[in-house]
């Protein structure tokens, strides 16, 4: 149903299936994927040999791209490793439209307090371009993360019982845009929750959120 030409999908380690990168390939978009356990012997493989790759310093082809921010007592750097040197993986797995493997190594400080966390990506893009996925897998987990801290502040979803066949998949569609229609209201000046409250107790509020 989706128009992907040119276009590039991301998705956690849940949709790295191959039936999924299939279709995305044959209409003729871009992946992004997320590698875990679910995909055990392709998750090891990436992850053994980028991990070598790093230590030994990468002796063959390969990108790049590296970010720090910093504020509020918190410095984070990201460290994306991307590669094009995937014949040996595709001769054990041949994953559909398979180009490139990347690694991205987030590195915080919290107030003395440091932490690091490496994860493993498959991509339909070349390996050359380590800026360009490094973005496309921030700006995943910006908008995973912004959306559901907003549905799960503001609309309670975490705690949501509602399980009777369509209601839930129906109900997070609801949420969704409520949550777009008070984002885009202006007026109030108040956050996402206010407005969700202002909008109950004020019906001529209610119909500008709804732009009637």
């Known amino acids: 149903m989706l128009q992907l030409k040119q276009a590039t999908v991301t998705i956690d380690a849940m949709g790295c299936q191959r039936a999924i990168s299939e279709q995305i390939v044959d209409k003729q978009g871009h992946y992004v994927l997320g590698l ?20 030994q310093g990468f002796a063959g082809e390969h990108d790049y791209y590296e ?12 460290r994306t490793w991307t590669t094009s040197e995937v014949g040996w993986l595709q001769g054990r797995h041949s994953w559909p439209g398979l180009s490139s493997i990347v690694a991205v190594e987030c590195e915080r400080d919290i107030e003395g307090q440091r932490s690091v966390e490496r994860r493993y ?17 921030r700006n995943h987990w910006r908008v995973e993360a912004q959306l559901h801290w907003s549905l799960d502040v ?3 979803e975490d705690r949501s019982r509602v399980r009777l066949d369509n209601a839930a998949e129906n109900l997070s569609r609801v949420r ?19 407005k ?5 107790w004020d019906r001529n509020y209610l119909l500008k959120v709804l732009r009637i």
């Open 36 to 55: 875990k356990a679910n995909q055990q012997a392709l998750y090891e493989d990436v992850k053994m040999y980028l991990d070598d790759c790093v230590r």
């Open 67 to 78: 970010t720090c921010e910093k504020g509020h007592g918190r410095v984070e750097t990201r």
């Open 121 to 137: 990506f498959i991509s339909s893009h070349s390996g050359r371009c380590a800026q360009r996925l490094g973005v496309l897998i």
């Open 154 to 156: 503001c609309f309670d």
């Open 176 to 194: 969704r845009i409520a949550l777009m229609l008070l984002k885009q209201e202006k007026t109030a000046k108040v956050g996402v929750k206010g």
């Open 196 to 200: 969700r409250l202002k909008a109950g």
